[in-house]
């Protein structure tokens, strides 16, 4: 995985293909918003890379803007690079084609740029919901391995659907196994990170595995946090840099993650912020910044599927 320019807009993948370092996120992108913000962002702000998720529950909507784009005559299709995922419930091998398929009507597209597996968990589906509980507040798994998803995505990428598959939320082990029996090996590991949560050994591992690195959640998520969760964006440290730069708090993060070689996914639906939040590639940290910023570590997880699942997952 190398840089293609000097300007770090682009990670070559292990397909060789190039991924666009910055993307919009989805996540929590409301129905009624998330079209707009596709649109403003491929159109207006010069996006090239967008990140979905079926259980996001917007990908019909994105569709339909997308379409409309592509419509337009001015940008065409490989233009983008597009990422979706597998939820949970998708695990056995028949029903990873059928959600990919789903993603892709809904979508409105004939492939995807990468295809990544949620979570390293498969749970029941036909239970009305994405995460069913059990009595207890347990999510109901589904005993179904690791491995079978995985060959069955591999499968994607042999009828085309899929240019490149991946994973998310993987830690080394999980990764380790996996690629002890990938027949293609996953291109992409989406977690979460930021300043509060830098996982550095992992990320390192990752790379050395060739494995690219996306970092979701890089702002630190704010609106969506638990009442006793910090707030990334206001962090002294991190201030202080932004206004060294003449730069905002969230430039300060995002270039922070594009300058570690990872990819990143801030999301939102604000066209100021949208716009703002790809100005990131004409400053750059210093080494001593970079160095500072490390020292804000403090392994605090925004996203942590303990909270839901009540399974230690991480
Ligand atoms: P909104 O969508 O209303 O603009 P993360 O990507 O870390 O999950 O963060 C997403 C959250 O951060 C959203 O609530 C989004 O709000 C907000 N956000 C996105 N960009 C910025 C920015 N540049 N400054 C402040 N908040 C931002």
Redesign the pocket.
Known sequence: MTFSSTTNRHLTLNTNAKMPTIGL?T???AKD?VGE?VRYAIEEAGYRHLDCATVYENEKEIGESLANIFKGGELGREEIFITSKLWNTEHAKENVVKACRQTLRDLKLDYLDLYLMHFGIAIIPGKGSWEPLDENGYVITEKIPLWETWQAMEELVRMGLVKAIGVANFTAPMLLDLLSYAKINPAVNQIEL?PYLQQEALVQFCQYKNIAVTA?????????LGEKDPI??KDKTIGEIAQKHQK????ILLRWAIQRNTIV??????PA??K??ISIFDFELSEEEVETIKTLDRKHR?VNPEDWWKIPYF
Not at 265 to 270: A, L, Q, V, W, Y
């Open positions: 996120g996540w929590n992108a918003k913000a930021h979701y959640s890089p702002l630190g998520t704010p609106g969506g990334l964006l905002s708090p969230a430039h996914i801030p999301k939102s639906t604000t912020r949208i703002e939040n925004f």
